[in-house]
């Protein structure tokens, strides 16, 4: 069956989309000729009103919506990654004069956003620590066909509608590497995150391309495997040190990872930075306390968040003015490379 849209009946009308969608959801003033000529445009179309979008024209919850996942024994809270972010999402609530309203998932089955507009829970939502789970790009893919506001933060997904707010991690890892390389480091170790994030996957484009561009050969036996943890990095030093003779130094891909690795390896008997050289990435307030104090990445994660939650209230009142659609946020934000001592001098 061919489904028809607002734009069909709106072509045929010979009117805008937004006064197909002000005639159907009987909203402002209308000419009775050209109110009658888009209810016969839908007729002959055969076109019905999205439940959704005409729930979500008649009223306004005031909320702006963030999703994280539930994950047992996980603080989400106290993480550096999360808790900037929420900074900058409270921030632009706040002085937009719109509530928040935190909501959690089971990211091991598929949520269902568009449900929340539906119910008037939320006029528009943020989702966090998404990944490329099956289940989550099916919840976000749905959510995305149906051009409502939302935003989704440093993941990304292969939709034409997909509203993004990212950093630009491949151009930070790349200069992160760089920096090693400019030091005159050669064998240089990756210790990675979880591979269902497209985080790791530009991380790891970084890396490759840093040491492309140096003329230096990859060598897989040199890349390590984590999930942004402490406890992984942790975990993982067993290996770097047992490679430690073939490695001059050791990216890694955040900082949790990065104090958790040097833990490990001082408990090993590594002298840091002399026996290795380590740089990590997102610059959280625990990198300049650790002994050597982490050369990182700031990552503006705070900046991120009140970026998205501005765009999303801006478009709520475009909404407000002309019931247009959603067009969707594609934002990429720089990084900054902070060089401390775990690099060397």
């Known amino acids: ?16 989309e937004a006064t197909v969608s002000r ?13 009658q000529r888009v209810l016969q445009a839908a007729k002959q179309l055969n076109y019905e009103l999205n439940a959704v979008a005409s729930s979500f024209a008649r009223g306004r919850s005031g909320n702006l919506g963030v999703v994280l996942p539930h994950v047992p024994k996980v603080h ?31 990211p091991t089955v598929v949520y269902d956003y568009v449900s929340l507009y539906r119910t008037q829970r939320v006029d528009a939502c943020i989702i ?14 749905r959510l995305a066909d149906e051009r409502l506001p939302y935003c989704v933060m440093d993941q990304r997904f292969d939709h034409p509608q997909l509203s993004i707010v990212a950093a630009d991690h491949e151009q930070g890892s790349y200069d992160a590497v760089k920096h090693l390389i400019e ?37 897989d036996t040199r890349v390590y495997q984590g999930n942004y943890s402490r406890t992984s990095g942790k975990k993982a030093a067993s290996q770097v040190y047992r490679d430690l003779a073939r ?4 990216f890694v891909s955040n900082d949790r990872m990065a104090i958790g690795l ?34 990182t990445v700031k990552v503006p994660f705070y900046e991120m968040g009140r970026l998205a939650a501005d765009r999303l209230l801006k478009q709520l009142a475009e909404r407000d003015r002309n019931d247009a659609s959603a067009e969707p946020i594609r934002e990429k934000l720089r990084t900054e490379l902070i060089i401390r001592q775990s690099s060397g001098n």
Do not use: W
């Open 1 to 16: 069956m061919t489904v028809t849209n607002r734009k069909e009946v709106a072509k045929l009308a010979g009117v805008s």
């Open 23 to 35: 005639v159907l959801n009987g909203i402002g003033p209308m000419k009775e000729s050209t109110r």
């Open 76 to 106: 989400l809270f106290s993480t550096y990654y999360f808790s900037e972010l929420l900074g900058g999402i409270g921030e632009a609530v706040h002085s937009g004069g719109y509530g928040l309203l935190l909501l959690f998932r089971d």
């Open 128 to 141: 966090l620590g998404s990944s490329a789970l099956e289940t989550e790009k099916t919840a976000v893919h």
């Open 183 to 219: 030091r005159g480091y050669r064998k240089i170790g990756f210790l990675n995150g979880a591979p269902q994030y497209s985080n790791s996957e530009d991380r790891m484009a970084g890396y490759r391309k840093a040491l492309k561009e140096a003329g230096i050969a990859e060598d």
């Open 247 to 250: 490695l001059d130094a050791v």
């Open 262 to 295: 040097m833990q490990g390896l001082r408990e090993l008997g590594c002298r840091l930075p002399d026996d290795l050289k380590i740089v990590a990435y997102d610059n959280s307030d625990a990198a300049s306390f650790t002994e050597p104090a982490l050369t």
